[in-house]
Nanobody, 114 residues
Framework: QVQLVESGGGLVQAGGSLRLSCATAGSRFSINAMGWYRRAPGKQRELVAVITSGGSTNYADSVKGRFTISRDNAKNTVYLQMNSLKPEDTAVYYC????????WGQGTQVTVSS
């Protein structure tokens, strides 16, 4: 059973930074493209960043130039560095494999105050 554990969220002022981590257990992490998703209050979950097994990245337009996704295959962990945060980035952030569809973790709350 794959487990996803997100951490690193918190309360930050607009313009600030946070670094999220997602540790996986029981998975073939290195062969999977991984993504960071977020769900804002009253909205559907959206995909904001993707990193392939080879390290290629892609971002939603709303976070491009501000967020950076990375991975450490030795640690089975994917990261999301978030800079220049905006109030509209407030959401619960989740990670998951893009295609494998593992059970969702609990997510980590990010709150950006104006």
């Amino acid at each position: 059973q794959v487990q996803l554990v997100e951490s690193g969220g918190g309360l930050v002022q607009a313009g600030g930074s946070l670094r999220l981590s997602c540790a996986t257990a029981g998975s073939r992490f290195s062969i999977n493209a991984m993504g960071w998703y977020r769900r804002a209050p009253g909205k559907q979950r959206e995909l904001v960043a993707v990193i392939t097994s080879g390290g290629s990245t892609n971002y939603a337009d709303s976070v491009k130039g501000r967020f950076t996704i990375s991975r450490d295959n030795a640690k089975n962990t994917v990261y999301l560095q978030m800079n220049s945060l905006k109030p509209e980035d407030t959401a619960v952030y989740y990670c998951n494999a893009i295609q494998a569809g593992w059970p969702w973790g609990q997510g980590t709350q990010v709150t950006v105050s104006s």
